[in-house]
């Protein structure tokens, strides 16, 4: 009894924490979004509940239908996200895999290698990114060499010669480049965990290592690849620094861009708060679904216990 109290007092700080920086700053949000404007469209945020205004949520939620004003922004952000996510698991799974299965004595410096990322800013990395793929940058020399560049042309992928001109290929792969890290390591706690006792079972029932890879460890790691496209899918949404470096075209801008340019000095900064508040309600559907199948797995784990 004593301890869970214990535990209870240590984890007081860190709740104050949320409460102040997160549910305050949120509710901020909402009341900006439910609120109204003067003339001179300066917010005035309706914090009473009972007082708040769903003119600018209509009025948002109309811009990201079909034939709304951020309709095609919404749509490239869903496109770039969906593509970006793909990519990141097929660069990361066989990575995290052989560092969690195969690595042997290499275990140890890879798995240096795969947080080295996080002790640099982000925007450092990018402003790498962009250095490598101007026109003079290695990145673009060595594509330039291996013909990546006219393949890329030829299926329509790649506009040109300038990457960094409003290109969708060189933002989508930025967005991977910036955020694989953090779903490799996820998938790595996640199969490190995999019994393999289970693989060498399903190896004595008959199965190939390719069948016993893809019977036994994906759905094993399910929960684990779930949380790593959760952990990337959610800040690629709102994510609207990478487009402005990589390309600063309004033909790459997504949501996040759309958001900022509203906030940011824009001339409705009510609407830019009504726009977050629909893409953290499309978000929380993401969740719902990776929290409804964490409860199955916990519930199939209890009962086999």
């Known amino acids: 009894m004593g301890s869970r109290w214990i535990w209870r ?67 490239r952000t869903v496109i770039y996200v969906f593509v970006a996510v793909t990519l990141s698991l097929a660069i990361g799974y066989p990575v995290a895999w052989y560092a969690a299965r195969h690595a042997g004595r290499w275990r140890g410096p890879i798995l240096v290698l795969l947080v080295l990322p996080f002790w640099i800013s982000y925007l450092m990395r990018m402003f790498a990114w962009t250095n490598l793929l101007a026109d003079n940058g290695y990145a673009t020399r060595a594509l330039h060499t291996l013909s990546i560049d006219t393949l890329f042309q030829k299926v329509g992928l790649l506009d040109g010669t300038d990457w960094l001109g409003g290109q969708h ?92 340019g509203y906030v940011q000095g824009g001339p409705d900064k009510s609407l830019g708060a009504a726009l977050t508040l629909l893409l953290s309600a499309f978000l929380l559907i993401f969740m719902l679904y990776y929290l409804r199948v964490i409860r199955a797995d916990q519930r199939a784990a209890a009962g086999a216990g």
């Open 9 to 75: 007092a240590l984890a007081l700080p860190g709740l104050a924490w949320l409460a102040v920086f997160f549910i305050v700053a949120f509710y901020a949000i909402i009341s900006v979004g439910l609120g109204n404007v003067t003339t001179l469209y300066q917010p005035v945020p309706h914090w009473n509940p009972l007082d708040w205004n769903v003119g600018y949520i209509w009025e948002a939620l109309k811009s990201v239908v079909p034939g709304g004003g951020t309709w095609h922004t919404f749509l």
């Open 169 to 260: 290929i060189a933002v989508i792969l930025a967005l991977v480049y910036g955020y694989v890290p953090y779903l490799i390591l996820p998938l790595f706690a996640a199969l490190d965990r995999i019994d393999q006792r289970f693989i060498e079972a399903a190896r004595d029932l008959g199965a190939s290592p390719a069948g016993a890879f893809w019977r036994v460890v994906v759905p094993l790691s399910k929960t684990g690849t779930l949380a790593g496209i959760v952990l990337i899918a959610l800040p690629m949404f709102g994510d609207y620094y990478t487009p402005d470096l990589i390309s600063g075209s309004p033909k790459t801008a997504i949501l996040g861009n759309a958001i900022n």
